[in-house]
């Protein structure tokens, strides 16, 4: 066990679930959502630099005896199970969708919306998709402005503006 592996243990693995975070303004993190010196964010280096991503996905980790229970977790079956767009291929989907994403995204390709997007429409659900030419990179709807929450207000009977 090496450095990255006792910090990411010790420091990114917490004892409940977290449902909403926001990486402090004070860890200056790059891209408002990526610091080394955050718990969540080693998480996700962690996951990256090992490669350990889709295992920890698919699998959860167990931070009494530190490991993900690795044993045949990563099959095609597993895979298709958790990718949404095999769900949607599947016929699984139907909730009113809106995709709002960056050309400039440094970390999910615009391209892998438009399929969503083209996989949404087959179905017939409601969907609706904005890709911006300019500017934000990823996760830049952390905070809730812009035209895609008026796509989702509308059906919660909410105005927005």
């Known amino acids: 066990m090496d450095d ?5 243990w010790t420091h990114g693995i917490f004892n ?8 402090p303004k004070s860890k200056n993190a790059l891209d408002g ?11 996700l280096l962690y996951m990256n630099v090992r490669g350990r991503t ?3 996905l698919l699998c959860g980790l167990n931070k009494q005896t530190r490991s993900a229970s690795e044993k ?6 597993n895979i298709k199970a958790a990718s949404p767009l095999a769900q949607i291929k599947a016929g699984g989907y139907e909730t009113l969708t809106s ?4 050309r400039a995204d440094d970390l999910i390709p615009w391209q892998q919306c438009a399929r969503t997007y083209e996989a949404l429409r087959a179905p017939k659900v409601e969907v609706e998709l904005r890709i911006f030419i300019k500017g ?5 709807d952390i905070q809730p402005q812009g035209k895609g929450y008026a796509f989702l207000a509308k ?4 105005k927005w503006t």
């Open 136 to 140: 934000a990179r990823h996760l830049f």
């Open 99 to 102: 995709i709002v994403h960056s």
């Open 72 to 77: 045949g977790a990563v099959t095609h079956q």
């Open 16 to 23: 409940q679930h977290v449902t909403r975070y926001i990486v």
């Open 33 to 43: 959502w990526l610091a080394p010196s955050d718990p969540r964010s080693k998480l």
């Open 4 to 8: 990255l592996d006792e910090e990411f």
């Open 54 to 56: 889709l295992v920890i």
């Open 155 to 158: 059906y919660v009977g909410m």
